[in-house]
């Protein structure tokens, strides 16, 4: 599904070039879950932000889906990350003014779904993570681990062939991190592709596939088998 | 994107910072509610100069005869019968000249104000009422025969004989050194009637009327005319009454081209009367017009503060699908609707305000539906204009740039 060859990243600050990915290859298929790993400045975010379509990279190939993306316009782009991706953030980035329904239903207000069918996927995405008694809520009268589970639902309602979230539990306790953790395995289980960034081993140990990155290089791609948490007791 | 989505999320970060969008739109507000203001308010003063100058005469021509030697002979009684024996519109002609001075009886005499001319002086004059309290006018029998016969108005029978029913009295008129003895025909309304005891009467001088032939036959130097008033039945009639009148005296004076007549009437007055007035309606609006330029860069300022803060905003939503004319459109109906609710916000100060400051000046402002009109596009013209370069700086951020900003 994602196929990327040789990419390589470079940012020019005044006369200093850092090559933060360098010649990167991977693949990833339907139904993974994918944890990037590495040293802070290894280049995680870097990868993520060009495999979100996010950013732009200086050489090699991204194929999404088939699709080469290198050769795609502003708009273009902006339609597949609606359509294909959904982000989680770890800063959450939610919509102050608008409530926890109105926050889930935006992606698909730009991918033009009617009303009725928006707030229906809205309301279902939303029960998916637990929080179908929130919907008329401000964003700041929920905490921390609310929040991002509003985040999730809003990635994950316009059905994307893949979630990517990067540090999603960086700015969470560690309660509500298994919370989140347990979602993710949940909506993996369900056929969601997921691609998380983390520093922590605590947390990848839960993913199917751990990639090592250090100085904008893979070092080590493992496969794991994912230490299953409980089912989530109702609230 | 739907308009509805823009619309509410326009609204709300409107209205998330309640006192900051009133600031701003606070040039906006001060801009048209002036520019209403001052065009209501001088529409009201043009219609009311309008009236007044109606009223005055927009069926009445004053024709003129250029007459640098003082000849006299260019306009004469003969020309004002065959002027209203061949032209069917004409209702009323006759000089309105007056002279200054003495009126007497035998026991009194007084300043006096002496009008003449021919028996449709009595429509066309302003000095006197037509109102007649007793006999009756000089009429075209008296003119042609130059009959020695006066009117005066109740003021002047009052002040000359002490009543008023002074039909048959004899009255002794000097003006320019000559002494005429008339007799009275008829008695018009005082003037002053309604100014009783107000101030002292005994200095206005008296209103006396008389037959223009009258008075050429006993002062020869006051036979002439250079001037007459031409009463037509409607407005429309003016302009080729008019060019027929000044046509017709060129014929008989033998002046064909040469200038000699004129014919003005008060609508062209009131056009250049009106013109000044809104040449000075437009100067004050086109100042009010730089308060709306302040307010329009007011709005320019604070969607720029608003862009940078809502730079991570703006990347989340660029990540979750939303297009760089998505975001423009987001962006642009925000100061579009700011500068609108703005301009309703003047609109209804401005209308509040032309109906103080017109009722302060006794006048009626009027409110165009060009003027709400022009209000509504001002607006919107402000919010496009001064909006559009936010949005765009909003709209061309790369989503990750957008997304890093702190
Ligand atoms: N916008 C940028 N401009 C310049 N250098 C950058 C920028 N973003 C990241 N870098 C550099 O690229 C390298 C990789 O950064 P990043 O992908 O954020 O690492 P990680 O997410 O693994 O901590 C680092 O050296 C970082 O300083
Ligand atoms: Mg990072």
């Not at chain 1, 707030?119 to 929080?131: D, M, N, P, Q, S």
């Not at chain 2, 009255?171 to 050194?177: E, F, G, K, P, Y």
């Not at chain 2, 004319?325 to 609710?341: A, H, N, P, V, Y």
């Amino acid at each position: 599904m994602i196929e990327i060859t040789d990419i390589e990243k470079i940012y020019k600050m005044g006369g200093e070039t850092v090559k933060a990915l360098n010649k990167v290859s991977l693949s990833i298929q339907e139904g993974e879950y994918t944890s990037i790993m590495g040293p802070s400045g290894s280049g995680k975010s870097t990868l993520m932000n060009i495999l979100g379509l996010l950013d732009r990279f200086d050489s090699g190939r991204y194929m999404l889906n088939g699709t080469d993306v290198s050769g795609l316009s502003d708009s273009e782009l902006a339609k597949i990350r609606n359509k294909e991706i959904g982000f989680v953030f770890q800063s959450f980035n939610l919509m102050a003014r608008m409530n926890v329904l109105e926050n889930v239903m935006l992606p698909l207000v730009y991918g033009k779904v009617p009303y009725k069918e928006r707030r229906e996927r809205a309301i279902e995405a939303l029960e998916k993570v637990g929080l179908g008694d929130r919907l008329e809520h401000l964003t700041n009268e929920i905490s921390g681990g609310q929040k991002q589970r509003v985040a999730i639902a809003r990635a994950i309602v316009n059905r994307p062939s893949v979630l990517m979230a990067d540090e999603p539990t960086g700015n969470l306790d560690s309660k509500t991190t298994l919370d989140i953790m347990r979602i993710f395995q949940e909506l993996n289980s369900e056929g969601t592709t997921i691609v998380m960034v983390t520093h922590e081993p605590e947390m990848a140990k839960y993913s199917k596939r751990i990639v090592h990155f250090r100085d904008g290089v893979i070092i080590k791609d493992e496969e794991l088998t994912p230490e299953l948490l409980p089912e989530r007791e109702v609230e | 994107m739907f308009i509805k989505e823009n619309f509410k999320m326009a609204l709300d970060s409107i209205f998330a910072n309640k006192m900051r969008s009133f600031l701003t739109m606070l040039g906006i507000i001060i801009g048209i509610a002036s520019v209403i203001a001052i065009l209501a308010v001088g529409n009201g003063a043009a219609d009311e100069i309008t009236t007044t100058f109606s009223e005055l005469g927009a069926t009445t021509i004053s024709l003129n005869a250029n007459d640098p030697d003082q000849s006299g002979d260019l306009i004469t009684n003969d020309d004002l019968n065959v002027l209203k024996d061949s032209i069917e519109e004409i209702r009323y002609i006759s000089p309105n000249e007056q002279m200054n001075g003495t009126v007497s009886s035998e026991d009194e005499a007084r300043q006096t104000v002496v009008s003449y001319g021919t028996p449709d002086l009595q429509f066309v004059s302003q000095m006197m009422s037509s109102t007649l309290v007793e006999g009756r006018y000089f009429n075209q029998v008296d003119f042609d025969e130059a009959q020695d016969v006066a009117v005066i108005d109740e003021d002047g029978a009052d002040a000359l004989f002490g009543r008023v029913d002074v039909v048959g009295e004899m009255i002794r008129v000097s003006v320019a050194q000559s002494q005429m003895n008339l007799r009275i025909v008829g008695v018009v309304e005082g003037s002053f009637a309604d100014m009783q005891g107000a101030f002292d009467t005994s200095q206005i001088p008296l209103f006396v009327a008389m037959p223009h032939s009258t008075l050429s036959n006993q002062v020869p130097q006051l036979a002439g005319m250079d001037s007459v008033i031409i009463e037509v039945e409607t407005t429309e009639q003016i302009d080729p009454v008019s060019s027929q009148v000044v046509r017709l005296l060129e014929l008989r004076h033998n002046s064909v081209g040469d200038n000699v007549y004129n014919a003005t009437n008060f609508l062209q007055a009131l056009d250049q009367v009106n013109n000044v007035l809104s040449l000075f309606i437009n100067f004050i609006a086109a100042v009010a017009a730089i308060a709306l330029l302040v307010g329009g860069i007011g709005v320019m300022n604070i969607m720029l503060v608003s862009v940078t803060e809502r730079t991570r905003e703006i990347g989340t939503r660029k990540a979750l699908g939303a297009t760089t004319r998505t975001i423009l459109i987001q962006f642009l109906m925000e100061s579009i609707i700011l500068s609108l609710i703005g301009g309703m916000i003047g609109l209804t100060i401005g209308i509040i305000l032309s109906n103080i400051i017109a009722g302060a000046l006794n006048i009626v402002p009027i409110f165009t539906m060009g003027s709400v009109a022009l209000v509504l596009v001002f607006s919107t013209a402000v919010g496009v204009f001064f909006g559009i370069y936010p949005a765009r700086k909003a709209a061309n951020l790369n989503p990750i740039d957008a997304l890093r900003f702190e």
